[in-house]
């Protein structure tokens, strides 16, 4: 695959998708939902169902101007279903044209493009034995206890794995007395929902002059993790990160990993596509106005009036969007 350079704005098919700095100051008040592009629906959403048991809420196939300039992929045709485990959606994303690229097989956790989602459990050995029972592909060595010198994250117990696709996933198991309270509960159900979804940044400073200071996130915790633990879970030797996360007032949170070492992770190909596997993306709720370029969306099903992509520093997608005031967002918001 072709790599070079991160450029300011991103080619993507006909259309310029936004770089950064021509989306409007912000203040963000939920992060919605995590996409997630798959290239077999059906496939994808018994893997997610029927292993992870997130529950399908709704399924919607779109195509048109509005998503053509949205995604800025020419002859889009789209099918998303929206799951949601918890309080938190995800939304899997499968373009039926064109089809775009496969994750490149050489990925590694510190590349550039890694993105993934932390699904919360409350009991690590009964995932792990399901995942295995399932025949999920490792990211990690295996689970991982992170160790009690580290005060911010010591006693998490932690698992990289990936989905039928390749898209990273990891599950994560709180001790007592860390991370949010409810992540403690014990209702019967093995996956709770989502805590986070982590994205691999080249400068923590950069990105959060971003999600911080233009889009009005919140730092809600920081860490600097590293040894033979941290480097299982990321299967990356000598890896030593710098972990920021970031929260709106709803929704999961957004974690940067920026690799302190070693420094060696790739740049997200500068042709990235909204159809190519490795894109992820993360929708971002705002009632102000998102950008001159956000383009309305004529289908209610996707809950929001009018939106627009855009990459960060490192080529990560966002959708800002305005949500419809009666929308399955805010159902979901006031659970």
Do not use: C
């Not at 070079?4 to 992060?31: D, H, K």
């Not at 590349?111 to 399932?134: E, G, K, S």
């Not at 403690?184 to 990105?207: M, N, Y």
């Amino acid at each position: 695959m072709k790599r070079s350079p991160l450029p300011i704005l991103f080619l993507v098919g006909f259309v310029v998708l936004l770089s950064a700095a021509a989306v409007r100051g912000q203040t963000v008040r939920a992060v919605d939902s995590v996409g997630i592009t798959v290239s077999d629906m059906d496939r994808a959403l018994a893997f997610y169902r029927d292993v992870l048991t997130f529950e399908p809420v709704a399924d919607t196939e779109v195509a048109g101007d509005a998503y053509e300039r949205l995604t800025g992929v020419f002859g889009a045709r789209i099918r998303i279903v929206r799951l949601r485990l918890g309080s938190e959606a995800i939304e899997l994303i499968q373009y039926l044209a064109p089809e775009g690229r496969p994750i490149p097989v050489d990925s590694r956790s510190n590349d550039r493009w890694f993105q993934h989602i932390a699904i919360i459990t409350v009991d690590m050995d009964a995932a792990y034995a399901r995942l295995r029972a399932a025949k999920v592909r490792h990211a990690s060595t295996g689970p991982q206890t992170l160790p009690a010198w580290n005060p911010n994250a010591g006693g998490i117990r932690a698992f990289y794995f990936k989905d039928p696709d390749g898209n990273p996933l990891e599950i994560l198991q709180f001790p007592p007395g860390k991370g949010d309270p409810r992540w403690q509960g014990a209702d019967g159900r093995l996956f709770l929902g989502i805590d986070h979804t982590a994205i691999v940044v080249a400068d923590t400073d950069a990105s959060l002059a971003l999600y911080r200071d233009r889009l009005g996130l919140r730092v809600a915790g920081t860490s600097e993790n590293y040894g033979t633990e941290q480097e299982h879970l990321n299967n990356v030797f000598g890896a030593r990160l710098r972990i920021t996360t970031l929260r709106a007032p709803s929704g999961p949170g957004i974690e940067f990993l920026e690799y302190l070492a070693p420094r060696d992770g790739r740049p997200a190909p500068a042709d990235t596509r909204a159809n190519d596997l490795w894109h992820g993306q993360v929708t971002l709720l705002t009632d102000d106005d998102p950008a001159p370029a956000a383009v309305p969306l004529p289908d209610p099903a996707l809950g929001l009036a009018r939106a627009v992509m855009a990459r960060d520093p490192d080529g990560h997608a966002y959708v800002l969007g305005n949500p419809l005031g009666n929308s399955r967002h805010t159902e979901l918001s006031h659970e």
